[in-house]
C-alpha cells in the first residue's frame, strides 16, 4: 500500500490512473477503522480499480472540542488493517495540508438537514463534513465514494452537494456492520466501559423493536415504547429518537417508506444508529 500525505503527490498518481482508464474508489474516515471501515474498503475493491482510503480526523466538523481531542488516532493498527485488506493507497495528511493558512472560504449551504436531527444537536457538524468531504473528492478525483449507512444523514447531505456542485462522482452506501449482539461498530465505541458497552445495546435494541412492531403499532405507540429502552439506565442519555421519511429525514406523519434514528449518550460517548423499516 502506497502511503501519501500531500495533496498534489495523491493528484498526480491518481491521474496517471485515470489515463491509464482506471476507475478509483474512496473511502473517507477518519480513522480508528473497524470492519464498518473495512467494509467499505471491500466495496471498493470490488467496483473500482484503484482504492484510496483516507485517514484525516477533521478538525471543523467537531462542535465538542473534548470530543475531538479524545477521538482515538491508533495509526499503525489501521495502517496494518488497510494493508491485510488491500488497500492501494492511503491518503494521510495533516492538518495543515488539508487546511492551509490561506485557504478558500466554505460556502456552501447545506440547507434544510443541517438543521434536523445531527444538525440540530451538532451546529456546523455538517459545514465541517461537507467542507472536507470536497477537498477530499477535489483531491482524490474519485469515480465512487463509499460511505456507511451508519452515518445515514451525513450520505443524504453529501449526495445533496454532489448534486447540488454537480460533481460527477458515484455516492455508494454501505450497510451498517454490527457486533454479534447487534450493538453498531463505531471508532467511538472504544470509549465504553464493560457497564456502558451493556448499555449501549438499547440503541439496536430500541431500532429492532420499532422494525419489528412498525406494522403493528402506530407512530406514536413505537416511540412511546421504543423511548423506554432508554429510561432504565442513568448511563443513557438519549437526545433523539425519530421515525422519518428516508428522503428528507422529516418526522414522518403515516406508515409509508420509513427509517428509525436514534442518537444518544452513554456515559460520556455519543452514539448514533439508524434502522430502514419499510
Ligand atoms: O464519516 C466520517 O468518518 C467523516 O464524517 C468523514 C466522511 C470521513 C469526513 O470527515
Known sequence: MKRITRKEDLTSLLLQYKQEGKRIGLVPT????????????????????????SIFVNPTQFNNKTD???????IAEDIAKLEQAGCHILFHPEV???YPEVD????YEVGELDLLLEGEFRP???????????????????????????????FLVIKKMVNDLHLPIQLKSCDIIR????????????HLNPEERLAALSLSKALLFIKDNYNLLSIDELKQQANKF????NLLNLEYLRICNPDNLYDLQEKGPAIALIACFVGTTRLIDNMMLA
Open 104 to 107: 478558500e472560504p466554505w460556502e
Open 179 to 190: 457486533e454479534a449482539d447487534g450493538l453498531a461498530m463505531s471508532s467511538r465505541n472504544i
Open 30 to 53: 477518519m480513522g480508528a477503522l473497524h470492519q464498518g471501515h473495512l467494509s467499505l474498503v471491500q466495496q471498493s475493491l470490488k467496483y473500482t480499480d484503484v482504492t484510496v482510503a
Open 68 to 74: 475531538l481531542l479524545k477521538y482515538p488516532k491508533p
Open 124 to 154: 456546523g457538524h455538517y459545514k465541517g463534513v461537507t467542507q472536507i468531504v470536497y477537498k477530499l473528492f477535489k483531491t482524490a478525483i474519485p469515480d465512487v465514494a463509499f460511505f456507511g449507512q451508519k452515518d445515514y444523514q451525513q
Open 96 to 98: 495543515d495540508e488539508m
Open 230 to 233: 432508554f429510561t432504565g439506565s
